[in-house]
């Protein structure tokens, strides 16, 4: 069995030597080395491509910011009874109250009974406090979403010694212009406007007629609709 093997391996080495000095030593080392490179291309383009290690990595997820665009304060501005008006800053959700309380607070002859005092301000309006009158009036009721805004202005002390202090009605066809200016929110050009639009209209037929004088409307008409008359 060995003398077998050794005679094929004799017979292989022949044959190799036979090779070799055919094609030459050189071109078979050639041939041998393009084979090697040929199967090594051939196995590199073959080959299953692996995912890139981007694509094994796990992607990160960002936490979602939501901002939202609080106002840092409220901006009102606090006339009619109190101590102190002006404009004030408030802090958001603040109510009527505060911004009265802002303002010095209340004066005695505010009429604090014909505001919402809890009413939640808003940025850029007026609070106006209301003077209390001697006639009793209807509380008005503050919309729900603004706050109070007033419907009456101080009297002074001249002012207050008029027929109205009497609970006398004001005709508004016959009243002066010194009785006319006596009323809450009615100053010397309002009431010019009042015996203007009386003269050129003959006369008021209703107190609702108000609302056609410049200077006059909703809010002040309803201050002024428990204190001034049209005789017929």
Do not use: C
């Not at 003398?3 to 090779?19: F, H, S």
């Not at 979602?64 to 109190?82: D, E, R």
């Amino acid at each position: 069995m060995v003398a077998m093997n050794q005679e094929t391996l004799l017979d292989l080495w022949g044959k190799a030597r036979y090779w070799i000095a055919f094609f030459g030593i050189r071109r078979l080392v050639s041939a041998v080395v393009t084979g090697v490179v040929a199967v090594t291309l051939v196995w590199l383009i073959l080959r299953p491509s692996e995912p890139p290690i981007e694509a094994s990595l796990p992607l990160a997820t960002l936490p979602v910011v939501t901002t939202t665009s609080t106002p840092s304060y409220v901006t009102v501005h606090v006339a009619g009874a109190v101590k102190s008006p002006g404009v004030y800053r408030l802090a958001p959700l603040a109510r009527v109250v505060d911004a009265v309380t802002a303002a010095g607070g209340p004066k005695s002859d505010a009429d604090l009974e014909r505001i919402n005092l809890a009413q939640v301000l808003i940025d850029t309006e007026q609070v106006f406090i209301p003077v209390r009158t001697t006639r009793s009036v209807t509380p008005s009721i503050a919309p729900r979403h603004r706050p109070t805004t007033t419907i009456a202005t101080p009297r002074s002390p001249t002012q207050q010694e008029t027929p109205q202090s009497n609970n006398a009605l004001i005709d508004l066809n016959s009243a002066s212009s010194i009785e006319l200016d006596a009323l809450p929110g009615v100053g010397s050009a309002t009431a010019k406007a009042i015996i203007d639009y009386r003269t050129s209209q003959r006369k008021f037929s209703r107190v609702e007629d108000l609302l056609n004088v410049a200077g006059i409307g909703p809010a002040k008409l309803a201050a002024l609709r428990d204190l001034v008359t049209v005789a017929q």
